[in-house]
């Protein structure tokens, strides 16, 4: 059964850094890209970022809101990834959700954790 | 990137079909077939519903199917149940973002 476990989630103050973790199990993780995805309270879902696989050169990718900021990562010996987030500001208060992508479809979001909520307040 | 276009509530009776909407661009949902779905429950994690269009993963009801033309795709839900009564987001590949979601539509089972 695929598991994707978030932790990290907590308040933090504007200007602050904040890093979150998933740990997956299930499925062969090395083979997978994998993303960040959050929903502001009450609001939509947003892509955040994205790390590729080691044979696409564990390539990252990121939304603009986040661009600059925030860092995606990955350790395939830990079966983990993770959100390193930076200069946060009250408009990245949400839920950050670890999603598994596909194989072979790196637009499908197939396998996601429950969530864990960031909170930047003062 | 702005987030692609849906209607904020649909509704429908048990039993009856609605179709929910979601309007992008050429360089997004209109450019490529690479538009998913998902269903989310309150206080739930999403999950994956439809993919590449019109395809559903394994364990989906295939009550949900889904379409597209031009720069609109849709979801269909036929013979509507009080379980689906959910949020939806659609979901499409885009050349200025991996991934660009729809702004949600909650659908209400009356």
């Known amino acids: 059964e695929v598991q994707l476990v978030e932790s990290g989630g907590g308040l933090v103050q504007p200007g602050g850094s904040l890093r979150l973790s998933c740990a997956a199990s299930?499925?062969?993780?090395?083979?997978?890209?994998m993303d960040w995805v959050r929903q502001a309270p009450g609001k939509g879902l947003e892509w955040v970022g994205r790390?590729?696989?080691?044979?696409?050169?564990?390539?990252?990718e990121y939304a603009a809101s986040v661009k600059g900021r925030f860092t995606v990562s990955r350790d395939d010996s830990q079966d983990s990834v993770y959100l390193q987030m930076t200069s946060l500001k009250t408009e990245d208060t949400a839920v950050y959700y670890c999603?598994?992508?596909?194989?072979?479809?790196?637009?499908?979001?197939?396998?996601w954790g429950q969530g864990t909520l960031v909170t930047v307040s003062s | 990137q702005s987030a692609l276009t849906q209607p904020a509530s649909v509704s429908g009776s048990p039993g009856q079909s609605i179709t929910i909407s979601c309007t992008g661009t050429?360089?997004?949902?209109?450019?490529?077939?690479?538009v998913s779905w998902y269903q989310q429950h309150p206080g739930k994690a999403p999950q994956l519903m439809i993919y590449?269009?019109?395809i559903r993963p394994s364990g989906v009801s295939n009550r949900f199917s889904g379409s597209k033309s031009g720069n609109t795709a849709s979801l269909t839900i036929s013979g509507l149940q009080a379980e689906d009564e959910a949020d939806y987001y659609c979901?499409?590949?885009?050349?200025?973002?991996?991934?660009?979601f729809g702004t949600g539509t909650e659908v209400t089972v009356l």
């Open positions: 299930g499925f062969t993780f090395s083979g997978h890209y």
């Open positions: 590449d269009v019109s």
């Open positions: 979901c499409s590949f885009s050349i200025s973002t991996a991934l660009v």
């Open positions: 050429s360089s997004d949902v209109g450019g490529y077939n690479f």
């Open positions: 999603v598994r992508v596909q194989g072979g479809n790196a637009h499908v979001l197939d396998y």
């Open positions: 790390t590729r696989d080691k044979p696409h050169s564990y390539i990252t």
